[in-house]
C-alpha cells in the first residue's frame, strides 16, 4: 500500500516522463480519495499562472494511481467522465 503523498511523487514522475517539455502541476484540490487510490487532475503551471489557454494541453486525461501498487491508469477521454472511470474501475478490479 502507498500513501497519497506516494502517488503524488508517482504521478508527478509519470507526468514528467510522458510529456517532459511540460511543467505540470497536480489540482489538489481536485485530487478524488477512491477505494482503490487517487484520481489526479493536472495541467501546466504556465496556464494555471497565466489562464492563457494556449498553454495548456490538449485532452489531458486524469489518471489513476493505484493504492495498492502505485499502477497508473490514464481514463479515457472519448467518453464522459463517469464513463470513463468505470472502464478504469473494471480494469482494477480483474486484476
Do not use: C
Amino acid at each position: 500500500m502507498i500513501t497519497v503523498e506516494q502517488a503524488r511523487d508517482i504521478a508527478l514522475a509519470e507526468l514528467a516522463r510522458a510529456l517532459p517539455k511540460y511543467d505540470f502541476v497536480l489540482l489538489d484540490d481536485e485530487t478524488v480519495t477512491m477505494p482503490y487510490g487517487w484520481i489526479f487532475w493536472y495541467n501546466t503551471r504556465k496556464y494555471l499562472e497565466t489562464g492563457d489557454i494556449m498553454a495548456s494541453t490538449p485532452g489531458n486525461a486524469p489518471f489513476v494511481v493505484e493504492r495498492s501498487d502505485g499502477r497508473i491508469h490514464y481514463l479515457p477521454t472519448g467518453v464522459p467522465f463517469p464513463e470513463a472511470l468505470r472502464k478504469v474501475e473494471r480494469i482494477i478490479e480483474a486484476r
